[in-house]
């Protein structure tokens, strides 16, 4: 897969399953695979928590711009490109997009044709997709069974001093482990990091964290949180609850740069 050795039929085998189980998803109407994320992020619980996680991207990019002029990034995990559109739009990023998901990337392409979107195994390397001067990737991790690895590979699309901006829920917090206790809701996740875990995992990978936002406080009741995410008070409330309870944020995004 770009490295040089040819393919085994077990790991044929492996991409094909994984393409049929992807296709099984959107077929069924599973909402993880086939609901829009463009009117997810238009909701009043959800608004509020894309317009700061706007506020930590664009500090992050602008600092980039500073040094380089100008910025290409590649969108690891991009989903219907709801980021992908923000960072070609409002920071005039050259953006690639990549996604395993086919009908995500269909939406992608008719609403950006100017951007290039590419289906790919996130979990594999693909030297066909070049180098950039920043990654991002954000909700994808916790999905990947070998997360070192995928830390690793995500290296191999960066040029020298490259920049990871990299998202994922704070699931392994006492708050998160109650509520999914609690409801045994459905879930693809494979890994519940809490921050320690994850920094670690960043840092053996090779990269140092530069700065660390965390997200707003997550009551343990999913309720709660987007009844009080839907307001200007209550959104402002689970923010000072996540600068005197940090490890029980919702959330964390992280600033990292290669060694």
């Given at each position: 897969?770009?490295?040089?050795?040819?393919?085994?039929?077990?790991?044929?085998?492996?991409?094909?399953?994984?393409k049929?189980?992807?296709?099984?998803?959107?077929?069924?109407?599973?909402?993880?695979?086939?609901?829009?994320?463009?009117?997810?992020?238009?909701?009043?619980?959800?608004?509020?928590?894309?317009?700061?996680?706007?506020?930590?991207?664009?500090?992050i990019?602008?600092?980039?711009i500073?040094?380089?002029?100008?910025?290409?990034?590649?969108?690891?995990?991009c989903?219907?490109?709801?980021?992908?559109?923000?960072?070609?739009?409002?920071?005039?990023?050259?953006?690639?997009g990549?996604?395993?998901n086919?009908?995500?990337?269909?939406?992608?392409?008719?609403?950006?044709?100017?951007?290039?979107f590419?289906?790919?195994?996130?979990?594999?390397?693909?030297?066909?997709?070049?180098?950039?001067?920043?990654?991002?990737c954000?909700?994808?991790?916790?999905?990947?069974?070998?997360?070192?690895?995928?830390?690793?590979?995500?290296?191999?699309?960066?040029?020298?001093?490259?920049?990871?901006?990299l998202?994922?829920?704070?699931?392994?917090?006492?708050?998160?482990?109650?509520r999914?206790?609690?409801?045994?809701?459905e879930?693809?996740?494979?890994?519940?990091?809490?921050?320690k875990?994850?920094?670690?995992?960043?840092?053996?990978?090779?990269?140092?964290?530069?700065?660390?936002?965390?997200?707003?406080?997550f009551?343990?009741?999913?309720?709660?949180y987007?009844?009080?995410?839907?307001?200007?008070?209550?959104?402002?409330?689970?923010?000072?609850f996540?600068?005197?309870?940090?490890?029980?944020?919702?959330?964390?995004?992280?600033?990292?740069?290669?060694?």
């Amino acid at each position: 897969m770009g490295n040089g050795k040819s393919i085994s039929n077990d790991e044929r085998n492996m991409v094909d399953y994984n393409k049929n189980h992807i296709r099984k998803k959107i077929e069924s109407g599973n909402p993880w695979y086939t609901d829009s994320q463009f009117e997810w992020a238009r909701e009043e619980s959800i608004r509020r928590i894309y317009d700061q996680r706007f506020l930590f991207f664009y500090k992050i990019v602008k600092r980039e711009i500073a040094e380089r002029e100008e910025i290409t990034l590649l969108d690891y995990g991009c989903g219907d490109g709801y980021w992908s559109l923000f960072f070609s739009s409002f920071l005039l990023c050259e953006v690639t997009g990549v996604d395993f998901n086919p009908l995500r990337l269909d939406r992608c392409r008719k609403i950006m044709p100017n951007i290039k979107f590419i289906e790919t195994d996130l979990t594999k390397p693909n030297a066909k997709l070049g180098k950039y001067d920043a990654v991002f990737c954000s909700q994808v991790i916790e999905h990947i069974e070998d997360d070192i690895f995928f830390l690793k590979n995500i290296r191999n699309y960066l040029k020298e001093y490259g920049v990871l901006i990299l998202g994922t829920p704070n699931e392994g917090s006492l708050l998160h482990r109650f509520r999914n206790y609690i409801t045994k809701g459905e879930t693809d996740h494979v890994h519940f990091y809490k921050e320690k875990e994850i920094r670690n995992k960043i840092e053996n990978a090779g990269f140092v964290i530069k700065d660390i936002y965390r997200e707003i406080f997550f009551p343990g009741i999913d309720k709660i949180y987007y009844g009080l995410t839907s307001t200007d008070f209550g959104f402002k409330i689970l923010e000072l609850f996540a600068i005197l309870f940090p490890s029980q944020c919702s959330d964390y995004y992280f600033d990292c740069k290669m060694r």
